[in-house]
Structures are given as structure tokens and as C-alpha cells.
């Protein structure tokens, strides 16, 4: 059964500067990777979507990288501002073996961005 | 922009009272699925729906039932609440993609409290 790990499971950086979040996955068999933002007592906002074809992928300050031959994800913020303070889910999206589609969550990374 | 449309915010239910939650999307996905998320576990998947009157059991399924009768709706049932269910329930659709671009859109989420 896939398992997806998000190390550190909290965060504190003062504003400005860059950071770096790490996901980890047991089966590298993936069809795509997501990852959302949460903010407290919310719904999941995706943020970015890479395909298991795909190395990375860029919104804005946001760049989420993929390997899938290690089981690993990176999401990179640049220049972190306040409004960046959330807690960063990561997902791994598979197909079961009756085909449906299927996400399983990290259990997030909680960012602090310090003004 | 696609919306998800959780029918309650916060609920405050007696044990042993049936529950139903409700979930609408305006995108005509055919995918749409229901996720309880507790401290310290994470989001874990509990039914979803890839077509209108089919379902499929997620990883906790026990003690819920889903009804999908529209497309565009997706009910989550507690047909006998108990304080074990005290959980913030997420729901979230998609559409079916092709090369792993299926990008899942989340509701703001139902705080339940069973007393």
C-alpha cells in the first residue's frame, strides 16, 4: 500500500527567505503528484500538479520537482512572504487495479513564515 | 473557476442521530470522493463516485454510506452517529483526465461534532 511521508511535520523561517519541503513515496508507480495548500479550519487549495512525465512544474514562486525513481518531491517556495503560513499537503495519485483514480495524502508540513 | 459546495460549515449532531452531508460541484466532473481529516492522521478517503449511481468503499468506509443520485451531487450518510466520527470531512471532485491531469478540487469542508 503507497505510503507518503512530508518531513518536517512543522516549519519556522523568517520572511524572505527560500525553503524547501520534502515528500516521500514508497511506490514509485505513480501516475501524477499534487500538492495543496491548507489553511487553518479550510478546504485544500492544489497549488501544483505534476505528471509522472514530467520533472517539475512553476507557478509563480512555487516549483514542485518529481523523481519517481526515488519516491521523492520537493515543493520550493521563493522568497516566502506571511501570507505563505499553511500547512502543505502532498498527494501521490494512482490508479487501482479496478481503474479508478485515486489520491493518498502526506500528513502535511505546517510553514510559519515569521514577518 | 471550479466550486465545491459543502452544505454546512459546522454541525453539531447527538449520538445515534443520522447525518447526512451534502456535496456539489458545478463542473459536471464524474469524479467526486469524501475524505474525513483528523489531527495526527491525516486526510483518509471514505467512499467516492466515478459516474452517477456508482461508488466505491475508500479506506475507512465503515459506519458511512454515499449516495450519488445526480451528477453533480454526492451525499455522505452517518447512519447512526457516533463521537468517534468528530472529524473535519473534506469533499473534493475531478475530472477524468488523460496523461495524469486529473487535478482534485476540495469544498471548504463540514466541522462535525457527534456529542
Known amino acids: 500500500k503507497q505510503e507518503v511521508t512530508q518531513i518536517p511535520a512543522a516549519l519556522s523561517v523568517p520572511e524572505g527567505e527560500n525553503l524547501v519541503l520534502n515528500c516521500s513515496f514508497t511506490?514509485?508507480?505513480?501516475?501524477?503528484l499534487q500538492w495543496f495548500r491548507q489553511d487553518p479550519g479550510k478546504g485544500l487549495t492544489s497549488l501544483l500538479l505534476?505528471?509522472?512525465?514530467?520533472r517539475e512544474q512553476t507557478s509563480g514562486r512555487l516549483n514542485a520537482s518529481l523523481d519517481k525513481s526515488s519516491g521523492r518531491s520537493t515543493l520550493y517556495i521563493a522568497a516566502s512572504q506571511p501570507g505563505d503560513s499553511a500547512t502543505y499537503l502532498c498527494a501521490v495519485g494512482e490508479y487501482s487495479g479496478a481503474g479508478s483514480y485515486q489520491l493518498t495524502f502526506g500528513k502535511g508540513t505546517k510553514l510559519s513564515v515569521i514577518p | 473557476d471550479v466550486k465545491v459546495t459543502q452544505s454546512s460549515r459546522y454541525l453539531v449532531k447527538r449520538t445515534g442521530e443520522k447525518v447526512f452531508l451534502e456535496c456539489v460541484q458545478d463542473m459536471d466532473h464524474e469524479n467526486m470522493f469524501w475524505y474525513r481529516q483528523d489531527p495526527g492522521l491525516g486526510l483518509r478517503l471514505i467512499y467516492f463516485?466515478?459516474?452517477?449511481?456508482?461508488?466505491e468503499k475508500g479506506d475507512i468506509p465503515e459506519g458511512y454510506s454515499v449516495s450519488r443520485e445526480k451528477k453533480e451531487r454526492f451525499s455522505l450518510i452517518l447512519e447512526s452517529a457516533s463521537t468517534n466520527q468528530t472529524s473535519m470531512y473534506l469533499c473534493?471532485?475531478?475530472?477524468?483526465?488523460?496523461?495524469?491531469?486529473?487535478?482534485?478540487?476540495f469544498g471548504s469542508g463540514t466541522q462535525l461534532s457527534v456529542l
Open positions: 473534493a471532485s475531478s475530472f477524468p483526465g488523460q496523461g495524469g491531469n486529473e487535478k482534485l478540487f
Open positions: 505534476i505528471q509522472s512525465s514530467q
Open positions: 463516485s466515478y459516474d452517477v449511481k456508482m461508488k
Open positions: 511506490d514509485s508507480a505513480i501516475y501524477n
